[in-house]
């Protein structure tokens, strides 16, 4: 079966870094692109970016590009999205979402990973 | 930054057919993908490529996709299929999403 597994929920604090993280099975790593997706609380979804596990290429929306880091260990199958100094409005579900070819569908999605950053 | 505009919310009585539009530009262009979302649960991809149902979801769910307004429809909408729909397609090589529907089944 092809899944993505995500981390827990965490609480943190403004300032703090934090790594979440989105583990791969059922199928080749390397053939799928990894999305992040924001959700805040009571709103849409927002696409943050992507990378390809292949090669670790990555892109990212303007929105979110150079507040988050996408990265990807092909050894252990797992993709991580990864903030250096969270903020408040970091409060959010974030899920991974896969893709079998570049601009193709989002067909694989995780169950999603809670973060709240409260002082 | 590109925008795909999607009604608010959507009502529907059980049995009927619910109609949610979602227009941008692009979509003259771009593959249109549709996604179910209900509450405390992920999204899940209900059309792709303007048309094409993956394996599992319902033949009630249509899409399509003419000038710049693409369209998902529900035929015989059900009341397990109450929930919030989004819209999504590609700029180059960034994902967009609509603003989101909340279809209501009553």
């Known amino acids: 079966e092809v899944q993505l597994v995500q981390s827990g929920a965490e609480v943190k604090k403004p300032g703090e870094s934090l790594r979440i993280s989105c583990k791969a099975s059922?199928?080749?790593?390397?053939?799928?692109?990894i999305n992040w997706v924001r959700q805040m609380p009571g709103k849409g979804l927002e696409w943050m970016g992507r990378?390809?596990?292949?090669?670790?290429?990555?892109n990212y929306s303007p929105s979110f590009q150079g507040h988050v880091t996408i990265s990807a260990d092909k050894s252990i199958t797992t993709a991580y999205l990864h903030w250096s100094s969270l903020k408040a409005s970091d409060t959010a579900m974030y899920y991974c979402?896969?893709?079998?070819?570049?601009?193709?569908?989002?067909?694989?999605w995780g169950q999603g990973t809670m973060v709240t950053v409260s002082s | 930054s590109y925008e795909l505009t999607q009604p608010p919310s959507v009502s529907v009585s059980p049995g009927q057919t619910a109609t949610i539009t979602c227009s941008g530009d692009?979509?003259?262009?771009?593959?249109a993908s549709w996604f179910q979302q209900k509450p405390g649960q992920p999204p899940i991809l209900v059309i792709y490529?303007?048309?094409k149902r993956p394996s599992g979801i319902p033949e009630r769910f249509s899409g399509s996709n003419s000038g710049n307004t693409a369209t998902l429809t529900i035929s015989g909408t059900q009341t397990m299929d109450e929930a919030d729909y989004y819209c999504?397609?590609?700029?180059?090589?960034?994902?967009?999403f609509g603003g989101g529907t909340k279809l209501t089944v009553l």
């Open positions: 979402a896969s893709q079998l070819i570049n601009r193709g569908p989002l067909d694989i």
């Open positions: 999504q397609v590609w700029d180059s090589s960034t994902a967009v």
């Open positions: 059922g199928y080749s790593f390397t053939s799928r692109w």
């Open positions: 990378i390809d596990p292949s090669d670790s290429y990555s």
């Open positions: 490529q303007d048309t």
């Open positions: 692009k979509l003259r262009d771009e593959f």
